[in-house]
């Protein structure tokens, strides 16, 4: 019994971290910002020949590394924590469950080996752009090559991908479809996001032509959302780990008052409540990856609390950063309000807090035992 | 208790309604020189500063006159004017401590915004610690040579004059050390930069002064006696107008989001309807709480430690409302995103300004509580 | 303008706390815990006599002072503050109350002299003992003299009472009656009630005789729910400040790590917290007890504004106050626990915090302006 | 990361269900007699403290083991066995300091409940700060005499035995004065008198202590060595046992909440909901921190700082739920109410007991942050 990482683990952890720090730190992200995509694509290559990291995921059986959750979750981690701008999430992570989850195995061999070796990248439009959240309002004509429409927004890194997957409603009920960004009637709009760090989009399509790869069924949405929720859930720990380590470094070196400020009480028991948090979101985001490879019964459970719980911890820790920081870290220049930016896009993500916990209540209170149904 | 409205006041605000409406039916640009324009119209009407003495275009209202003045601009929209630093800061300090000559120099034009005023006392190293003041100014001959940096500065880029804090004494106190002055922004030496905020605005600007010369006349007041001279006005800014103003804001980003519900256009959960509940209650306590600051005006007390009350109960509310008007809206709206995430940022801000919670939270034990100072360092 | 007490409600609140401090010290209400009534009669009937205590809330024209709310309020608070074991609330506050908001003249000319008088004591009986809460499941058989059914729980003060006022639904709606506690079919039992220094009672009536006094109409609820809303919040006020009192005193005084504990941030802000939530609750009751005399329209508001603020206020600085007790203030023998149990007790009469808050959402966001529907 | 568990850890598991299935079926009374047969009971079948080495009735339990063993004998409802300070406390103190001759007399009787003990660590005036220890014992000839009062002490009206930490030494660092005895409490001048809590129960003593003499032998360890020596089992019990045994009680608590929702017996507001909900993530973090403890010290890691992580995720979720049952059945059942209003009131204790929620706060920001003391009184 090892609740923490094996050596494996951890050597892929600094390698990725390394990698992270020398070749996307803040700064330079800084300067992408106002770039076309957010993102340097030459580090996105060299991450997927260098690290392996856009074979990660992808099983053996298509040409990948077929990890361990796990492993993944501890590239997501470092990304977060430095706010790497890399595709990792949306085309190795959510695009790739999606492809597993829901195509059928012709469509799987035919994409992951491209999604694999960083030949092509993809990304998925789950959610729609009206309410209730939930309903899927995007639709197919169905057939070889489906006509969809509709509106799918918070969709991530989509400028630029070369598969965008989207799940449109047709008369055979919800279907995964692979939609060529190039293709008639498709139009990919950047979102005025919170998250300055990672770009969403908003994916409008029009009698758009796409491929259907599968049904997309609840148990497949269910493992699809589920995974999402996990990934989210261990990114926000980076993000918390980060926002805490600048926050004590900082209590540390200012002095008010003729002391440093770490030495008031006030600042300490702040920073206490923060690594508390941080903890707590740490145990809860690694049990649930452990059990989505060991024992995937329990992930519906411990991937609800995972998010629910990273979330809270991300968006109360990155904005006592900014408290401790004072003045100096309330400014655009400062670091500080990029983690609460992210903090705070990625809780509202793949289900809210709020959702989640109703969700384990449902689940925790109901009659009989039911299958999860994932907002 | 009694908290009755009597005839001077309801007829202060009729007044002051009907001119507001007159006022504010042409349109008004938001920026500078359209808050420039507004304070223009607001002075021809002596509605700049009513509680300033009439013959530097006031009306000499009574504290109760003032929050109702307060409230009113607020729940009308009316745009800031351009030069509410030197109205609420510059010139209750001048009216306290300046000699004649400069309350007959600066105030009129502070009010009618002929001069543009702005605040120069924090600094990088001096945030809730400002006896750590670094900027000094050097007396040579006559000259006041003054060096150092300034931030936070709201209308630094537009000011001529800024109310300085200085160090001009050395071998006393920290606090003893300091003077206040007039600091000519236009003199050699001064570069205000502006500063970049976390919601992505440049409200405020960092002022650079390097070896900037001052006449003797700029000195306010005696030297040394810069720290209480500074800080007359804050007090009345701060636990005030600010709280004032802020209540009213609040209250209508709170009454839109109401209306929105009403309209179905807002669906909360649950969780979000208890916090919207809990809004409203704040602001109903905010608005009783700055009832109180009237009535204890009015009566002739010194605000103390009662501001730090107020700001706390601002920036709880302030900071509530704002994650809910974020929350409520929520993702699923992203074209409307950006409006309500700069409401919510922005009021990160509310337990960092004008002393952090932390501060507050000292001085109302120490002072108010009674409870012992923390020992000294060894 | 003025916020904050007169001379006169000044001299009335020194006048009372001098008769409370004296005549019902917490000593001596712990000696009455296991007794009869919990209270002392004879100091009831002086604080009838020498204090007009039992005439303060009735009309002159009944026979009392007809004081002000905020006057009512002065008292309300200083019993708060001491856990005064008077029947005040349940008979001159709450009894008085249901007479002039639902009897009729006659019942009133009859009822309140003698009340004003001290002559005889009243409770109300309102909350039902099944669920859901504000249904009224108390039946009568409608007639000069009614017969009614059901349990009353949550009835203050019963044992001992000379009249218990009860709600009762009968043919032409809910109807207040008097019943007296010796008829037949009427039983009181003691209810094993978190707070000890303020007895409740549960009432169980069959076929029990009761004199009907005029109906329980909507509106005559709400001004006696919305009296007792501020009656109770105001109440709070008292305990929260005595709490908030004992825990800077202590705080001064104890010493550990060779300084007071009061000299350490993380008490000294408590505390802070605790004197910021007193004067939250403070302004919040006062305005409601001046509404409800010079502004009546503005109550409904400012009644629920006012118990949800004071409630969680109690809560939560009574339980501070054992906090920064440490060990002391988790014993019987300390007082500490006596006021957070009156904390708690106070917060579910008559809505919770969050029933008081959904009703104001409730008004606030409906279309048209309504009149309260008080639960 | 592997959670998974091994043969040995299921197999001993196994048998204490079986075990456990088969002592239960009988009635067992919840007075200290039954709490006594009980511990016979499973003394019998080496079942008392199974982490001890098997010369003293335990089975060289590895930590996974033990953790099972909290786990099922909770989640079984077993009663508290009577001796289970002597078990967690005393036992692991004379197993790591104690002489040769103090195991042997000791401990077995420990395990077999022939005697009973107590710990007499706390003060009226060392709650908190245990350093400022009041209670002296002077060597007098070959006998310590002990004087002084402790509080807080479980089974201290029934304990035959008490590990005492008293002062011994004078003229050095506080902490370096205190010595650790075995006392006798059925020796002249003990007088123990029960404690009542606020929630009207005694589980507690106060215990005076005048003029007690101790043998020479009554020495644990060294002289000024107590404070280490007495804290040997207390970072295991409480960072340990204690919250193993607490996951399980909540958990059960919890349980019994969702199955009267289950039942609509309760039917929480949507507040409610979401507080329950709450709960349940609260618990199973909880438990999660908890697998992470038995993993460290599987590892052969010192659990540190590690032990107030535990302790605030403790306390957080005991009030929190605690509130939840006293909330979500509410007054409106108030037959009901006593058992509900004691677990919130009985919870209060969790910020206070094992030490309080501002001393974990400021072990985590020093020792595990590196965050600096603060100033020493001048």
Redesign the interface.
Known sequence: MHFGLSDDEEALRESVADFVLSQCPLATTRQLLDGPLGYDPAVWRRAGIEMGLTALTVPERHGGFGAAPVAVGVVLRELGRALGPLPFLSSAVLATTALLALADDEHQSDLLPSLAAGERRATVAIVDGHRPAAAIATSAVIGADAAISGTKVSVLDAEGAEIILVIAESDAGPVLYAVDPTAAGLRVDRENSLDLTRRQFRVTLDQTPGRPLGPANARGLARLVATASTALAIEQVGVAEAALDMAVDYAKLREQFGRPIGSFQAVKHLCADMLLQTEHASVAAFYALWVAGAEPAQLPVAARVAKTTCSDTAVAVTAANIQIHGGIGFTWEHNAHLYYRRAHGTAAMFGSPESHRSALYERLTSAAPQEDAWA | ??????DAQRAFRDELRAFLDAALGTEISDDFEGQRAWQRLLYASRWVAPHWPAQYGGRDASI?QFAIYIEELARARAPQFANRVGVQTAGPVLLAHGSHEQRERYLTRIASADDIWCQLY?E?GA???LT?LRTAARLEGDTWRVTGQK??TSYGAQADFGLLLARTEVGVAPHLGISCFVCDLRAPGVDARP????T?ESEFAEVFLDDVALPPDALIGERGAGWEIGNTGLASERGVAFPLKEQAALQIMLDEL?DR??RDEV?P??????R???D??NL??LR??N??T???L??GSELGTWAS?IK??WEQAAQHLGDTL??TT???D??D??GR?TA??RY??A??VGG???I???I???R???????????
């Open positions: 208790m009694d908290l009755a409205q009597d109760e924090s990088p945030g809730s610690d750590n931030v936070w500063l970049r905020t976390m992505g109401l519900v009403r669906v959960t649950p969780l979000q309807r208890d919207i509940a809990q409203i209650v109903h306590v009783l709480m009832l109180k009237v009535s204890q009015s009566a009350l706390l109960t974020f929350e929520g993702p699923a992203p074209m995103e950006d995430a919510m940022l990160r801000m337990s960092l952090t919670t932390q507050q939270r000292n109302l034990s120490e108010r509580l009674g409870l012992p100072r923390e020992p000294r360092r060894t």
